[in-house]
């Protein structure tokens, strides 16, 4: 298969976390979220635009830090122009973002923040879509 996120090109990242010991690599997570990413765990403020023709919108940062729990690394974020951050996720040299598809333009992974996961998680709604995410990949595991 042809992937087409970030860094799907970038060599293969292997789970730190034993619960997700089943999962190969990132693009292995990738097939399996495809399956689970759905309007409710797309953020709110996008959800009257999420289909299953773009399964990664408002999915980021929810995205990005289930990839920490799995992966380890970083979560780092982009500045939009509306002045919310897309996460994507580092992990020693390897840098990819599972939901970049959702844009239609490139963006710059270059000028970058560090994101912290309770700064994230503060808005209870999305701890709540993180939470589901985390959940029903798991269910999708065993």
């Known amino acids: 298969m042809k992937y087409k996120f970030y860094g799907a090109d970038t ?5 730190i976390n034993e619960k997700f010991n089943k999962i190969k690599d990132q693009r292995h997570l990738y097939d399996l979220l495809s399956n689970i990413w759905c309007k409710k765990t797309c953020a ?3 959800q009257d635009k999420w289909n299953e023709s773009n399964k ?3 999915q980021c940062s929810i995205t990005a830090f289930l990839v920490q729990d799995i992966f380890g690394g970083d979560v780092y974020g982009i500045l939009l122009d509306d002045g919310n951050f897309h996460c994507f996720n ?3 040299d390897v ?3 599972l939901t970049s598809e ?9 000028n970058v923040y560090l994101q912290k996961r309770e700064t994230h ?3 209870k709604e999305k701890y709540n879509r993180y939470l ?3 959940d029903e990949l798991i269910k999708s595991l065993s």
């Open 132 to 134: 589901y995410l985390k």
């Open 121 to 123: 998680f503060s808005k």
């Open 56 to 58: 990664t919108l408002g």
């Open 102 to 110: 959702q844009f239609e333009e490139k963006l710059n992974y270059d």
């Open 11 to 15: 060599k293969s990242v292997k789970p």
């Open 44 to 46: 709110k403020r996008l």
């Open 95 to 97: 840098k990819f973002d």
């Open 90 to 92: 580092v992990i020693g």
